[in-house]
């Protein structure tokens, strides 16, 4: 199975901040790779797909980079309603795997 | 509206048996890959179970394989989850969830068709309990 890290597992960031999360594969994924957030109590909710394609809806600040094993969520100026844990996700190969979230908090 | 509604969560005693629904709306079912992800408490995501459009491929997490069964009902735009020989270990939400697909065709670089899927539509999930 592919494993996928996260870092950092947890951050505090104040609203407006610009906020990068990594996500490492554990062998290439190519650009197999999206990513989700997730708020308490709540299901997740796609953000990102093929690494960089934006899903319809989902706000511009939030941004996806990254190609093989190294992949990176940005989110250019951190909104409140931002805060959330969010879960990168390769689909190469079955079985898809999450990383393990990153908890964004309010500073 | 777009939906998916689990149904069937329940406490359970260890080793014993349950059955998940998720009924869908708002779209033609029929066309989708569907999936079961869970979530234990206070952790992350974990992939359970897919199946295809016609419910001729399915795939199984090791951790459930020979326990669990994925179906569906196209005809009633349903999606279920047996689960059976129940453990602690598969105390968790549930979530069925729809899997979208983003193609790419043959570019300068690349001389095949490429398809990327995630998951779009998810469902509010449902509590499954196993504990003596």
């Known amino acids: 199975d592919i494993q996928m890290t996260q870092s950092p597992s947890s951050l505090s960031a104040s609203v407006g901040d610009r906020v990068t999360i990594t996500c490492r594969a554990s062998?290439?994924?190519?650009?197999?790779l999206n990513w989700y957030q997730q708020k308490p109590g709540k299901a997740p909710k796609v953000l990102i797909y093929?690494?960089?394609r934006l899903q319809s809806g989902v706000p511009s600040r939030f941004s996806g980079s990254g190609s093989e094993t190294d992949f990176t969520l940005t989110i250019s100026s951190l909104q409140p309603e931002d805060f959330a844990i969010y879960y990168c996700q390769q689909s190469y190969i079955t079985p898809v795997t999450f990383g393990g979230g990153t908890k964004v908090e309010i500073k | 509206e777009v939906q998916l509604v689990e149904s069937g969560g329940a406490l359970v005693q260890p080793g014993g048996s349950l059955r998940l629904s998720c009924t869908a709306s708002?779209?033609?079912?029929?066309?989708?890959?569907m999936k079961w992800v869970r979530q234990a408490p206070g952790k992350g995501l974990e992939w359970v179970a897919n199946?295809?459009?016609?419910?001729?491929?399915?795939n199984y997490a090791d951790s459930v394989k020979g326990r669990f069964t994925i179906s569906r009902d196209n005809a009633k735009n349903s999606l279920f989850l047996q689960m059976n020989s129940l453990r602690a270990e598969d105390t968790a939400v549930y979530y069925c969830a729809r899997v979208d697909v983003f193609t790419v065709g043959p570019t300068f670089s690349r001389t095949k068709y490429y398809y990327y899927y995630y998951m779009d539509v998810w469902g509010k999930g449902t509590t499954v309990t196993v504990s003596s």
């Open positions: 093929a690494a960089s």
């Open positions: 708002g779209f033609t079912f029929s066309r989708y890959w």
């Open positions: 199946i295809k459009q016609d419910g001729n491929e399915k």
């Open positions: 062998r290439s994924v190519s650009d197999f």
